[in-house]
């Protein structure tokens, strides 16, 4: 069973606010399913040296709710969705399902654990297992998870099963084998193996990302119309800030292991307040954003030479940063509200998002 240790501080005690002072843009859907509550995770690479993949992250997932991760390749977004799913245990933080802290010690934890959260990856093909047929990998989780018995109920969920995820006629799919479907197709039966153990927390790693870009937004709609039929908790994780907003209740945006912007995912594109963040909707494809974060972009930045990709000390993202100032280099900001659903850490933030940080007063502290 799900072990309780007494000591987390519960998230939702703290009056629901998953950082300080910010309420989740995502909490109004429903009720606080999943939380990260200030969870980190260090590896070992090698003797006496440590990476710190995810530090200090909190985050809330809400029933009917999507909660999009945004960041490049190595911040720590698949780190992030591990731990939630159990496959990882934190270095510091707890994971809490329902507000009991998750403590998974054996196998049959993890399997009873596994019923309530599943994830989604972002290669199908290699998620599933190419000498099975459809039938087999759906019949594994809906007799183990979810205790379906009899051939003829087997039959009828299996159906069911293909129906929710849009492949039909379930027949002529059943037999099929993994190399016999598109990849669409394959992230749809990835998504129904997913599904087969009627989870309430589905945990999307890239799921769009290997697919080609034409059938990218009718798996996000699968995903979007699932998430309302079961009201589903989502995370979503792209790399893509785009779909985000598309996609996203609350957008959360990661940088070399830490979240360094959260808001409502509209407000958060349209008028983004960390550099990051501006980075990122630069050099997105979407129309409307590229044109805000260019024009934001050349009014202030300044040429500044690249020392390293990050700065272990001050602010992670200082070496990139077109604003940094020697306060940056040496103390990392916190996320500081920006709103009452918005915080970006960032000590600036009143010159790189002067309107955010006068409506609030200014969110920053010296800059
Ligand atoms: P993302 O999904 O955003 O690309 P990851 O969570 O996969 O990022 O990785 C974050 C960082 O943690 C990377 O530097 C990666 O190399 C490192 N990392 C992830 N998993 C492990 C592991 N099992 N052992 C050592 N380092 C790891
Ligand atoms: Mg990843």
Known sequence: MIGQRKSAPSPAAEGGA???????????????????????????????????????????????????????????????????????VPTHGDILLDDTPVHIARARAYRSYKRHVQ?????????????????????????????????????????????????????????????????????????????ASRPRVLLADEPVSMLDVSI???????????????????????????????????????????????????????????????LLIESAPDPDALRAGRARLASHARPRARTALTNAQGCPFAPRCPWAEPRCEQDRPPLIPIGPERAAACWRVDVTAPALAGATGGGTAGG
């Open 18 to 88: 998953i950082s300080p002072g910010v309420r989740s843009a995502a909490e109004g859907r429903g009720t606080l399913v999943l939380t990260a509550s200030h969870v980190s995770k260090e590896f070992r690479i090698s003797k006496g040296h440590l990476i710190a993949a995810v530090r200090d992250v909190s985050l809330g997932l809400y029933r009917g709710a999507v909660v999009a991760l945004v960041g490049e390749s190595g911040s720590g977004k698949s780190t992030v969705a591990r731990l939630l799913a159990g496959q990882e």
């Open 119 to 195: 994830m989604v990856f972002q290669d199908p093909f290699a998620s599933l297992n190419p000498v099975h047929t459809v039938r087999y990998q759906l019949q594994r989780p809906l007799s183990l998870n979810a205790h379906v018995r009899g051939r003829r109920t087997m039959q009828r969920e299996l159906a069911a099963l293909l129906e929710q995820v849009r492949l039909t006629p379930a027949e002529s799919f059943l037999t099929k084998f993994p190399h016999e479907l598109s990849g669409g197709q394959r992230q749809r039966v990835a998504i129904a193996r997913a599904l």
């Open 216 to 278: 990218r937004v009718e798996i996000l709609s699968l995903l979007d119309s699932l998430r309302s039929e079961f009201e589903l908790a989502v995370l979503y994780i792209t790399h893509d800030i785009a779909s985000a907003r598309y996609f996203g209740d609350e957008t959360l945006v990661m940088y070399a292991g830490a979240i360094v912007e959260r808001g409502p995912s509209e407000a958060l594109t349209r008028q983004p307040a960390h550099p990051y963040t501006q």
